[in-house]
């Protein structure tokens, strides 16, 4: 991959853009597309469209999803514990242990997915699959009072992911 497409992947992946929160990242990717197509626009479901040589033919189209599987502010307990609720398809048997941030009106606030400890579980509830209602975000607040002053219901939530390259030019 060349310098300036892994540039501009790496720019697109650092933004957060969750099913419904999609705006900041289609601007990178107008701002890129402007450079090359003869016309960029948005349709009335908030699509954005690209297009080379509009009167060209055979007409070919390239289509890609631009969110990302996040989750959302279900509730909050009254240890500050907060509940989440899927947004798109996630498997919750991976979500123990990641890092997420809530993208909150005050700005980022950094939390951990936990779970029920193992050693607190009893053998029978050792062998059950996790589900996501059994499942929290950590924001190391005190109580629900301290949480609710950083964090409101519905707030969107994205796994704090980091651009990695790996061997062979695999990012």
Same mark, same amino acid.
């Given at each position: 991959?060349?310098?300036?497409?892994?540039?501009?992947?790496?720019? /697109?992946? #650092? !933004?957060?853009? +969750?099913? @419904?929160?999609? &705006?900041?990242?289609?601007?990178?990717?107008?701002? =890129?597309?402007?450079?090359?197509?003869?016309?960029?626009?948005?349709?009335?479901?908030?699509? /954005?469209? #690209? !297009?080379?040589? +509009?009167? @060209?033919?055979? &007409?070919?189209?390239?289509?890609?999803?631009?969110? =990302?599987?996040?989750?959302?502010?279900?509730?909050?307990?009254?240890?500050?514990?907060?509940?989440?609720?899927? !947004?798109?398809?996630?498997?919750?048997?991976?979500?123990?242990?990641?890092?997420?941030?809530?993208?909150?009106?005050?700005?980022?606030?950094?939390?951990?997915?936990?779970?029920?400890?193992?050693?607190?579980?009893?053998?029978?509830?050792?062998?059950?699959?996790?589900?996501?209602?059994?499942?929290?975000?950590?924001?190391?607040?005190?109580?629900?009072?301290?949480?609710?002053?950083?964090?409101?219901?519905?707030?969107?939530?994205?796994?704090?992911?980091?651009?990695?390259?790996?061997?062979?030019?695999?990012?």
């Amino acid at each position: 991959m060349n310098d300036k497409s892994l540039s501009f992947l790496e720019k /697109l992946m #650092s !933004v957060p853009s +969750p099913s @419904g929160y999609e &705006r900041d990242a289609q601007e990178i990717v107008r701002q =890129e597309t402007e450079k090359f197509c003869d016309k960029v626009e948005k349709d009335t479901h908030g699509n /954005l469209i #690209s !297009v080379i040589n +509009p009167e @060209g033919k055979p &007409r070919v189209m390239f289509s890609g999803h631009i969110d =990302e599987i996040g989750f959302m502010v279900k509730y909050i307990d009254e240890n500050g514990y907060i509940y989440i609720a899927p !947004v798109g398809g996630w498997d919750p048997q991976i979500s123990q242990g990641q890092r997420v941030i809530i993208l909150t009106q005050k700005g980022p606030i950094k939390g951990v997915i936990g779970k029920k400890p193992i050693h607190l579980m009893s053998n029978e509830d050792r062998k059950k699959v996790v589900e996501i209602k059994d499942q929290w975000i950590d924001i190391g607040a005190r109580d629900k009072e301290e949480a609710e002053k950083l964090v409101r219901i519905g707030d969107y939530i994205v796994i704090d992911v980091s651009f990695a390259h790996l061997r062979d030019d695999i990012v």
